[in-house]
């Protein structure tokens, strides 16, 4: 099975941006979920945004406004915008895939996960 792969983290300062993108290796021609966590040592993987097949979106309280998950469904590439950056964005970001819709948005269970990509937040 091939896995997602991340890629465009890196560090930033609070109040800027970054963008990450995701090789979903999705089906196109069915039903998808993608979705964008990130988990900190310690802590809890959580669910940051998610986007189906046909474009519905969901968002963490935590990252509404401030993050914008997008496709381009023939390139299988999922992103997320990233604004107004804070600390305590800084985590380890992971994409996720599965078929069938996000019936939980955010929170959906996936089964097929990329290795991750950093994101540090600091001053």
């Known amino acids: 099975q091939v896995h997602p792969v991340e890629s465009g983290g890196g560090s930033e300062q609070p109040g800027g941006s970054l963008t990450l993108s995701c090789a979903a290796s999705?089906?196109?021609?069915?039903?998808?979920?993608v979705g964008w966590f990130r988990q900190v040592p310690g802590k809890e993987r959580e669910g940051v945004a998610s986007?189906?097949?046909?474009?519905?979106?969901s968002y963490a309280d935590s990252v509404k406004g401030r993050f914008t998950i997008s496709q381009v469904t023939a390139k299988i590439t999922v992103y997320l915008q990233m604004n107004n950056l804070k600390p305590e964005d800084s985590a380890l970001y992971y994409c996720?895939?599965?078929?069938?819709?996000?019936?939980?948005?955010?929170?959906?269970?996936?089964?097929?996960w990329g290795q991750g990509t950093q994101v540090t937040v600091s001053s």
């Open positions: 996720a895939a599965d078929s069938g819709y996000c019936s939980r948005g955010y929170r959906t269970p996936l089964r097929n």
């Open positions: 999705v089906n196109i021609y069915s039903s998808y979920c």
């Open positions: 986007i189906d097949s046909d474009g519905k979106t």
